[in-house]
C-alpha cells in the first residue's frame, strides 16, 4: 500500500503505465507494456489486463485486513482443530452472510446468520483494535457505515495487545494495559512492546539458603498456560511456598487445587473476572532492596571522600610496590596448590614441559596467537596425532585463572561440537594446554574470507553444531556454564567443517541451584550483551545474545560492524531487521540460491535472540527446535525498541 494526499490522481497511459501524480510530482507504480486496459473490481483489487484479457498485475493477491462482496481468502478460526483438515475459506455473500466453505465446495460454518437488505454495501474488517467486524452501508444519500456483527464484545480478547508481561483492562469502556506486580512498560508510549523488571535480580538464595525474594499477588488474569510444572496443592499458601523456594519458578498459577509453575515471560494477559484464579510472581524483596541500597550509599560516600582527600597520593606512591607484592603472592601461591587443585577437578593426561618441546619440535610451527598465550601445531602418539599446544606466555594470576578455568570446564565435558581437551602441563612456571587439532581454522576465517566462504548448506550446518554445543553447555552438561565469549574466532572448524566451541577460559560454572551470577564484564565487544554493561546478574541467555549476533554473521558472510559499507547497511542487525520488515532477506544473501524459508526463520531466531531484555530471548533448546523447523516462530520486534530500557 502506498500512503498518497488527498489530491493525487491515478493515470494510466497508453504505454501501459500507471503512475500516482500530484502537481508537484509523480511516482511509478507500474511500467508494463502488454498492459492495455485497467479494472476495479467489486473486491477492491485494482487490475491491468493485456489485449488477451490476461491479468498481467493487481493492486494486492490477497486481501489483507478487509473483505469485500463474493473475495475469498483463506481462514484460520479457533476450533481446536490445530488446522488439521481441508483447506478453508471465508466468503461474504450479499446479504452480509459470512460464511466457511471447505475444498469441495460445503458451507461447514455459518458465522453470521445474513439475510440482512440486499441492498446495501458489505465489507468484514479487522479494525486496529483487533475486532473482527462486519459492517453495513446505506446506499442512499445520507447513508453511513454501521456495525452489524463483531467477533468479540470483549475488547482486550484480541491476543499480544499489551506485550509480554503486560495485561489487558478494561475501565469505563476503554482497553488500556497494566504490567505484573513489580514490572514497567519497557516503553510507556508503546504497550505492545511489553514489561521488563523494574528491580536488579539477585541470586536466588543466600549462602545460608534464605530467599531474596517475596511473592506479589494478582488475582482475575488469564494467561497463556505456558507451565513447566503443575502441583495438587490444597491451599494457594502452600502454592506460593513453592514456587518461592523454587529457583526456575518465576510465577505461578493457583486455581481449584492446581498449582502451575511458570517461566518469565508470560504472555497474552487480560483482567477476566470470570475467572478465581491467583497469580503469585516473584519479586525483589523490600527490605533487601533498601538495606542494600542504604549501604551502597553510605559506602560510595566513605569510599569517594577517603579516596579524594586522604588515599591519593598515598596509593601514587606505593602502588608499584603493592602491585609487585601481589604478583610474587600469586605466583607463590600457584606454585604451591595450584597443581593439587586443578588434578582433583580432571582427568586429563599430564605433560612435562620436556615432553611437550619435544612434541612441538621446540614450539617451531606457531598456528594462533592471543592475549594469554601462543598455539603452536605438534604431534603425539609416535607422530600419529597432530595436536595443539597453547603456551601461556606469563604467568599472570588473571590470566592463571583463566588457565584453570579452561582446565576444569573443560576436563568435566564432552561432546562433538565442543574441541576436546587432551592433556595439560603444570611444570614449574609453564603452564600449557594440548587440544585436538583442528585443520580448517575458525569460523572468522571462513566467513570474512571471500574465497573461503562456505555455501548456504553448510552455513545452516555450522549454526545448527554451534547451537548445540551452546545447548549442551547450558542444558546437559552435570555443571551449568556460561561460556561468556561465544565468537566467530572461538568457534574452529575441524578437517570435516564441523564446528565445535573453543576457548573457555572466561567461562562461568554455576551451582546446581543457582541459575544467575554476577561477575565483572566478560567477553568481546561486538558480542556481549547488554546485562554486563548494566552490571545486572547474568545468565545463560548472555550466551543466546552472543549466539545471535554469531548466527547472523554467518547467516551474512560478514561482520556485525563494518564501516566500510553504506550508511544503512553499517550496523548488521539494524540492516538485517530493515530488510525482514521490507520483505527483502534477499540482500542478505546476495545472488546465493537459498531455502527461503528457511531463510526466514534463521533470521527471525537471531533477532530474537539479541533483544535487550533477556527474558525475551529464547533459550538454546528453543533455538535449535527453530532452527531445525520443529517450532513456529513470530516476527520479532526490532532490536533498537529496546534501548531506551538501559
Not at 599472570?396 to 595439560?424: I, M, P, S
Amino acid at each position: 500500500m502506498i500512503p498518497s494526499p488527498s489530491n493525487v490522481t491515478l493515470h494510466f497511459t497508453s504505454e501501459g503505465r500507471l503512475r500516482l501524480q500530484t502537481q508537484a510530482q509523480q511516482k511509478e507504480i507500474v511500467n508494463s507494456a502488454s498492459a492495455s486496459s485497467a479494472s476495479m473490481l467489486d473486491s477492491g483489487n485494482f487490475v491491468l489486463y493485456n489485449s488477451d484479457g490476461d491479468m498481467v498485475w493487481q493492486s494486492f493477491d490477497l486481501p489483507t485486513d478487509t473483505l469485500l462482496l463474493d473475495t475469498e481468502t483463506y481462514a484460520y478460526y479457533a476450533t481446536n482443530t490445530g488446522g488439521v483438515g481441508d483447506n478453508v475459506t471465508l466468503h461474504l455473500d450479499g446479504g452480509g452472510h459470512l460464511y466457511l466453505v471447505n475444498t469441495n465446495g460445503f458451507n461447514i460454518v455459518n458465522i453470521t446468520d445474513g439475510g440482512y437488505d440486499n441492498e446495501n454495501l458489505y465489507l468484514l474488517r479487522i479494525d486496529p483494535d483487533g475486532i473482527f467486524k462486519l459492517y453495513s452501508h446505506d446506499l442512499g444519500q445520507n447513508g453511513s457505515w454501521s456495525i452489524l456483527w463483531r467477533s468479540s464484545n470483549d475488547k482486550c480478547a484480541p491476543k499480544g495487545l499489551c506485550g509480554v508481561n503486560g495485561f489487558c483492562v478494561v475501565l469505563d469502556d476503554r482497553r488500556g494495559c497494566e504490567c505484573l506486580p513489580g514490572f514497567d512498560f519497557v516503553v510507556a508510549s508503546n504497550w505492545s512492546l511489553g514489561c521488563i523488571r523494574n528491580f536488579q535480580e539477585e541470586i536466588c538464595k543466600s549462602k545460608d539458603g534464605s530467599t531474596k525474594f517475596t511473592m506479589s499477588t494478582l488475582e482475575n488474569t488469564w494467561w497463556e498456560d505456558a507451565s513447566y510444572s503443575a502441583l495438587s496443592l490444597s491451599t494457594q499458601e502452600d502454592c506460593e511456598q513453592a514456587c518461592l523456594e523454587d529457583c526456575n519458578c518465576e510465577a505461578a498459577l493457583f486455581e481449584d487445587g492446581s498449582c502451575k509453575k511458570q517461566r518469565l515471560p508470560l504472555r497474552f494477559g487480560r483482567r477476566s473476572l470470570s475467572d478465581s484464579n491467583i497469580l503469585f510472581v516473584k519479586v525483589g524483596s523490600p527490605e533487601v532492596s533498601r538495606q542494600g541500597s542504604k549501604k551502597e550509599l553510605r559506602t560510595n560516600i566513605l569510599v569517594i571522600s577517603v579516596s579524594l582527600a586522604s588515599f591519593t597520593l598515598i596509593i601514587l606512591a606505593i602502588s608499584g610496590v603493592l602491585i609487585h607484592r601481589k604478583n610474587l603472592l600469586a605466583y607463590k601461591k600457584i606454585s604451591e596448590t595450584g597443581n593439587v587443585g586443578l588434578t582433583e577437578d580432571v582427568a586429563l593426561r599430564s605433560f612435562t614441559y620436556m615432553e611437550l618441546e619435544k612434541v612441538t619440535n621446540c614450539f617451531k610451527e606457531e598456528i594462533g596467537k592471543g592475549a594469554s598465550g601462543t598455539v603452536y601445531k605438534g604431534a603425539i602418539s609416535n607422530g600419529q596425532r597432530i595436536v595443539a599446544v597453547k603456551k601461556q606466555e606469563k604467568v599472570l594470576a588473571e590470566w592463571q585463572r583463566e588457565f584453570q578455568n579452561e582446565l576444569k570446564v573443560l576436563g568435566r565435558t564432552h561432546h562433538r561440537n565442543l574441541v576436546r581437551l587432551l592433556g595439560y602441563c603444570l611444570d614449574g612456571r609453564n603452564r600449557l594446554l594440548v587440544y585436538e587439532y583442528m585443520s580448517n581454522g575458525s569460523l572468522a576465517d571462513l566467513l570474512f574470507t571471500p574465497a573461503k566462504q562456505p555455501c548456504w548448506v553448510e552455513r545452516v550446518r555450522i549454526a545448527l553444531n554451534v547451537a548445540k554445543g551452546v545447548l549442551y553447555l547450558h542444558e546437559e552438561c552435570e555443571t551449568q556454564i556460561i561460556h561468556c565469549d561465544i565468537k566467530p574466532q572461538n568457534i574452529l572448524m575441524d578437517e570435516y567443517r564441523c564446528a565445535k566451541i573453543s576457548d573457555f577460559g572466561l567461562a562461568k560454572l554455576l551451582m546446581h541451584d543457582q541459575t544467575n551470577t554476577f561477575t565483572g564484564i566478560r567477553g568481546t565487544r561486538g558480542y556481549v550483551a547488554p546485562e554486563w554493561h548494566r552490571k545486572l546478574a547474568v545468565t545463560v541467555k548472555a550466551d543466546v545474545y552472543s549466539y545471535g549476533i554469531v548466527l547472523l554473521e554467518t547467516i551474512c558472510c560478514r561482520r556485525n560492524v563494518d564501516w566500510s559499507l553504506p550508511e544503512e547497511e553499517a550496523i548488521l542487525e539494524e540492516w538485517v531487521y530493515h530488510c525482514l520488515e521490507a520483505g527483502e532477506l534477499g540482500k542478505l544473501v546476495g545472488d546465493e540460491e537459498v531455502d527461503k524459508r528457511q531463510l526466514e526463520r534463521m533470521v527471525k531466531v537471531g533477532l530474537w535472540c539479541i533483544l535487550d531484555e533477556p527474558s525475551l530471548r529464547p533459550s538454546m533448546n528453543k533455538v535449535l527446535l527453530i532452527l531445525e523447523g520443529t517450532v513456529d516462530i513470530p516476527v520479532p520486534p526490532s532490536p533498537g525498541s529496546f534501548l531506551s530500557s538501559i
